[in-house]
């Protein structure tokens, strides 16, 4: 199975901060790599396909690069509603693995 | 507007059995891949199964393969997840969610879940 190992567990910022989440690996999945988010008590949703494709209606302020075995997800100016945890998946083959969340808190 | 509600959680004594299902609206059932996520309380997600649009392929996580089984209707555009030998490990939320190859595979849609408690 692909391990996914997402740092930092958990960070704190502000608002209008710049956020970036990494998530790598165990072998190389080449772009096969998926980013939600998910608020408390509600199902995760869809941010970036494909490594940095953007889902349809999720706000440009939310990217996504990388390739191989290394992967970021840049929130550019933290707002409110950006405050949940945040889930890196690979696509690559199954098991579908998920990176274990990295909450982001406000500070 | 696509809809996914799963229903049928509860709870089970250790070694039951329970039957989810994922009712769906707001596009071509029959035309997409589905997939059963778990997530125990205050833990993270788990794929655990996967099932394709012609129902020609299906997948499991090893922590699931041989007690769950997953299927799906598409005339009445629902899928389920029919889950035996249940053990205090499967707690947890249940969500369906519908596959999309685009760039990849990814989770384009999810139910709210249904909470599934194993417990004596």
């Known amino acids: 199975d692909i391990q996914m190992t997402q740092s930092p567990s958990s960070l704190s910022a502000s608002v209008g901060d710049r956020v970036t989440i990494t998530c790598r690996a165990s072998q190389s999945i080449i772009t096969y790599l998926n980013w939600y988010q998910q608020k408390p008590g509600k199902a995760p949703k869809l941010l970036i396909f494909?490594?940095?494709f953007l889902q349809s209606g999720v706000p440009s302020r939310f990217s996504g690069s990388g390739s191989g075995t290394d992967f970021t997800l840049t929130i550019s100016g933290l707002q409110p509603e950006d405050f949940a945890t945040y889930y890196c998946?690979?696509?690559?083959?199954?098991?579908?693995?998920f990176g274990q969340g990295t909450k982001v808190e406000i500070k | 507007e696509v809809q996914l509600v799963e229903s049928g959680g509860g709870l089970v004594q250790p070694g039951g059995s329970l039957r989810l299902s994922c009712a769906a609206s707001?596009?071509?059932?029959?035309?997409?891949?589905l997939n059963w996520v778990r997530q125990a309380p205050g833990k993270g997600l788990e794929w655990l199964a996967y099932i394709s649009s012609s129902i020609s392929t299906i997948y499991y996580a090893d922590s699931v393969k041989g007690r769950f089984t997953i299927s799906r209707d598409d005339a009445k555009d629902s899928l389920y997840l029919e889950m035996n030998s249940l053990r205090d490990d499967d707690t947890a939320v249940y969500y369906c969610?519908?596959?999309?190859?685009?760039?990849?595979?990814?989770?384009?849609?999810w139910g709210q879940g249904t909470l599934v408690t194993v417990s004596s």
């Open positions: 707001g596009f071509i059932f029959s035309g997409y891949s």
């Open positions: 494909g490594a940095s």
């Open positions: 969610a519908r596959g999309r190859g685009s760039n990849g595979y990814n989770f384009d849609s």
């Open positions: 998946q690979q696509s690559y083959n199954t098991p579908y693995t």
